[in-house]
């Protein structure tokens, strides 16, 4: 797992710390409790208060998951690469939890899931959006082969 984070950023801190992180990828239910983290510090203010969000911590003590996020994973850091004003952060997974009502038969449904999906192209589509519609199954283009 990589994460790209900016210098100035508070997590960074906990990072370098506890050379562990987590990735909680919130629903589209959470949109307005993401951009508020992103506009933000945790240095400044209590984002679990403000957010009303509720901890856990999984394997590792050390690296805070969010309950309402349908997906959590616990990573230790590999490697940490400086970017000038940002920092690649490398991560071993440890452990993912995947909310109970995000699985179809057994497996992880991204639509269950619903993540958040940004667009930083272009100033008129800059935002949030959902996954789109399903466009088919893997092999789709078995068709285009030359023979």
């Known amino acids: 797992m990589m994460v790209v984070i900016r210098n100035i950023r508070y997590s960074l ?21 993401t951009d508020y983290c992103g506009m933000v510090s945790g240095s400044e203010t209590d984002k679990v208060q403000d957010c009303n969000f509720k901890i856990f911590y999984g394997n590792l003590a050390t690296a805070p998951l969010i309950e309402g996020c349908p997906v959590n994973i616990e990573c230790e850091v590999y490697k940490i690469i400086p970017l000038g004003e940002q920092t690649l952060v490398i991560g071993k997974i440890v452990e993912t939890y995947i909310s109970e009502e ?26 949030y959006y959902t996954i789109g519609d399903f466009l088919g199954t893997w092999g789709i283009g078995e068709g285009l082969k030359k023979k």
Not at 23 to 33: A, F, G, R
């Open 102 to 127: 995000c699985f179809t038969n057994d497996i992880p449904d991204i639509r269950k899931i619903d993540p958040i999906c940004t667009c930083t192209f272009t100033e008129s589509s800059e935002g």
């Open 13 to 33: 801190k906990g990072i370098r710390e506890n050379m562990t992180f987590s990735v909680n990828i919130p629903s589209t239910s959470m949109v307005k409790e």
